[in-house]
């Protein structure tokens, strides 16, 4: 595939605007679209529709612009690494829950871009039913998920630590003030699960359906902290990372109920068999095994 279509493309799919695009990579507009067509005839689909004056991306330009993405970043550490400046790779594209990437991201970063400044991070919430074929075909390099398990024999499984759980509430909430809870005390209540720490969420749903549990409202939330003020102002309970709920416990926004077993997940790292590691990606794995070791 032609780079320079690739890099024309990605330039008019990231300004949305033929004329701004001629401008900054100097060619001529007829240029422009004379490749964007060229591109969409080599690939057999359109990757742009008009509205208006405006233009938008359809489905397909989407897709192919996380493919752009990457091919450009791989050329990019190629030519890097054929002149002896090997940087590693140009961009890294992870998935990453919402608790991984807000309480343990931050510990990670300053040492990866010590070494790797720079690097381009590309960092989305998980997407599980999608993740094995996006490490197949690499759109994503890493991914880390909230779990326990993962089967699909084509990834390779890392367990980095585990993470204890929690049911929490308002502290006025009616089950903060009774003793050894389970499942059954959930019937007719008012559930939140995070949609962003993927895993264990759907684990517990799995756990409620086979108990019978028949909640009064399930409501999933992309927004680990829309969670926590909605619980805090007594709309209902949750099942929560502890390490994402520390200051509400502090301040007494929030408190733990007596749940009668513990409950707790694992931090996956997973990639895919077979994949090439570029120092950059080296790297930033072992920061995340010594961050979550010592965490």
Known sequence: MDFQKLKTFRTVATLMNFNQAAKVLHYAQSSVSAQIKALENDLGAQLFERVGKKINLTPAGE??????????????????????????????????????????????????????????????SCALFSLENELSIGTVDLAFLLTDTVSAASLDIEMLRTEPLVMVASPGHPLAAQARLDMQDLEGQVLFLPKADCGYRMAFEQALTMDGIRLRSLIEMNSIEAIKESVAKGSGVTIIPRISIEQELQRGRLVILDWKESLETGVLMIWHKGKWFSPAL????????QSLATA
């Open 63 to 124: 897709k192919m612009l996380q493919y752009a993405h990457k091919m450009l970043a791989i050329e990019q550490e190629a030519r890097d690494e054929l002149n002896s400046n090997p940087r590693g790779a140009s961009l890294l594209t992870l998935r990453m829950p919402q608790t991984v990437a807000t309480y343990h991201l931050p510990r990670v970063l300053p040492v990866f871009q010590e070494q790797f400044p720079e690097v381009d991070l590309d960092i989305t």
């Open 282 to 289: 080296e790297t930033f794995m072992e920061a995340f095994r």
